[in-house]
């Protein structure tokens, strides 16, 4: 669009949509918040290490834990232990609305838990425990109700997700005393981020990591999408830690460290199995298996559902042993991405990205750029710029798609895009910023100039993929004040997105499915202003809802043209409507 001609918009209002699920009693197994999966997409859970290197000491590895015997898998999750017992396998959870009252925990380990008082190390009224717990089964692992001290024999872990907050809170070795509640640890999750434990911190967990979003869940199992997330595995010794753990709780040379990931190997057949079967092995290929405790060798866990068959789970996870998986390289973290929706060279526009290290290590990585085709975008590129128009020398750089960045702590690096052709037309785009290890971020600004005469500019912040996201609208053709976007998909499959307009007072005003965007190919990218999809709109205030399929991601800017000026403005992430499919 702005490669088109410079017109953009949108008002500094913003219209929050708020989808809150009505307020309930707690639900043991109850409906998990979407979208699914639990967590960020970029989330160590959720990461896709198909093609992450093996490690050099994986057979090794193996070896050990092996012991001798091909050590055999085994589902650590079902039903009840007979019918009718208090006795469960696997984890139950618990789901609370964001009104559920809060309850101070004693801890053993205090220092390292949240919900504390720094000060006292007392606990405060922290953690959403339902009073069920207290005296009902199947509540918290193992089964038996809290008022049952078994914290000498059993884990006794207690799950609680915050469903309007979207948060975790995770409990070990609890136990209801008659007027208080006790345990070991206590850890808290925004599940809207990636926030790690501290270094050396536990959570409910040996590793530090939380444990709901590495459980095998049934309705995952059996609901038509694939798994899009790791496994909780345990072994029986462990060595320290790597990324993504935050403890440890062995130092056995031979053993693998907390953190380790194991991957079930690509070449192992798993054709014979039944589908739902084939789909968890599927996952222990892609997002393999990351240890989280010490317990029994090759253990997956999963959730306590009366609904498991453990007569098929059983024979199927004991057909696949040990030297059927690899280790990943330890602490393997593939760094981060992150998106600039809208760059634009020729026409008179060239794009300025500032880059900059944020964070105590050297950050290295490439920036590559995307046609709106979902092409590699050849342009020339510069680390300098003397004036508006001129390149430091001239052309001095070949036609490249992409340029390697390295950066010390503190540095920053400017890059500058301008098209091949000085007498081409305008053409518009998106860049990624991949780093193999450290932390950068910055800004892409787009320039336009008419007779070397800087017209406009308008900054693009980096971006991280969503699901849904809003836009606040405020159109006024008569005004001259307009409403644009710039979206871009960035994944290898096509991508539906639906359009949902919202007026001020939360009522959805317009559904529409633009056909260029129904399916937006791979790596493509669309700018447009808003009224060029509703065209009845062109006097509007209020929320403009982007909403991609469950599982599928895009990253999208908004900028406002007002009467000539460009401005970037935030897009918020947030739930879509509830509205017809």
Avoid at 451 to 459: E, F, G, P, T, Y
């Amino acid at each position: 669009m702005v490669a088109l001609r410079v017109r953009w918009g949108m008002a500094c209002s913003l219209t929050l949509l708020c989808n809150a699920l009505l307020a309930g009693p707690p639900i043991l197994g109850g409906v998990l918040p979407q979208p699914l999966p639990l967590f960020p997409q970029d989330n160590w859970w959720n990461l896709d290490i198909s093609a992450a290197p093996v490690d050099a000491n994986s057979g090794a590895f193996i070896d050990f834990i092996n012991n001798g015997t091909p050590r055999r898998l085994h589902p650590d999750f079902g039903g009840d232990a007979s019918p009718g017992s208090a006795e469960i396998y696997g984890f139950p959870f618990i789901v609370v609305d964001g009104d559920q009252p809060k309850k101070a925990v004693i801890f053993l380990y205090a220092g390292e838990s949240d919900g504390v008082d720094t000060a006292t190390q007392k606990g405060i009224p922290f953690y959403p425990i339902p009073d069920e717990a207290i005296s009902q089964p199947h509540w918290i692992e193992g089964g038996p109700p809290g008022n049952i001290d078994l914290r000498s024999s059993s884990d006794r872990h207690m799950l609680i997700v915050d469903r309007d907050n979207r948060t975790l809170y995770e409990l070990y070795s609890v136990y209801y005393d008659g007027s208080a509640w006790h345990a070991g640890s206590g850890a808290f999750f925004d599940m809207k981020t990636n926030n790690r434990r501290p270094d050396g911190w536990t959570s409910a967990d040996a590793a530090g990591l939380a444990i709901l979003p590495g459980l095998i869940r049934y309705d995952e199992v059996f609901g038509p999408d694939e798994i899009r997330h790791a496994f909780r595995v345990t072994v029986r010794a462990t060595n320290g830690y790597v990324y993504p753990a935050s403890h440890r709780a062995g130092s056995n040379s031979r053993a693998l460290p907390m953190g380790a990931r194991l991957r079930l190997k690509t070449d192992r057949d798993i054709s014979g199995f039944r589908p739902e079967i084939q789909k968890i092995f599927r996952a222990m290929k892609k997002y393999g298996l990351i240890v989280a405790d010490n317990g029994s060798d090759m253990y997956i866990s999963g959730t306590y559902d009366t609904r498991w068959n453990n007569d098929l789970l059983n024979p199927a996870f004991a057909s696949l042993t040990a030297n059927d998986f690899e280790v990943v390289k330890l602490g393997y973290n593939p760094g981060q991405s992150i998106y600039f929706s809208q760059l634009a060279v020729g026409g008179g526009f060239s794009t300025l990205f500032t880059l900059g290290n944020s964070g105590a290590e050297t950050a290295s990585g490439n920036l590559f750029l995307t046609s709106q085709a979902g092409a590699p975008f050849a342009v020339i590129m510069s680390d300098a710029l003397l004036e508006v128009g001129a390149l430091a020398g001239g052309r001095i750089n070949a036609p490249a798609s992409s340029v390697a960045v390295s950066l010390p702590p503190g540095a920053t690096k400017t890059i500058v895009a301008t098209p091949v052709d000085p007498q081409a037309i305008s053409q518009t785009g998106w860049a990624r910023l991949e780093t193999a290890g450290g932390k950068m971020n910055g800004v892409a600004t787009f320039l336009y100039e008419e007779n070397r005469v800087l017209k406009s500019a308008a900054a693009v912040l980096a971006s991280q993929p969503a699901e849904t996201a809003t836009i606040a609208v405020d159109i006024d053709d008569r005004a001259r004040r307009f409403t644009g976007l710039a979206l871009a998909n960035i994944g290898i499959e096509n991508i539906n997105i639906r359009l949902i307009t919202v007026n001020e007072d939360g009522t959805v005003a317009d559904i529409v499915a633009p056909a260029e965007l129904n399916p937006l190919g791979p790596q493509r990218q669309i700018a447009r202003f808003i009224h060029e999809y509703l065209p009845h709109r062109l006097k509007f205030r209020g929320s403009l809802v982007l909403a991609a399929e469950p599982g599928k991601r895009f990253v999208v800017t908004a900028l406002i043209e007002n009467q000539g000026r460009l401005t970037t403005v935030p897009v918020v992430a947030a739930k879509a409507p509830n509205v017809p499919n």
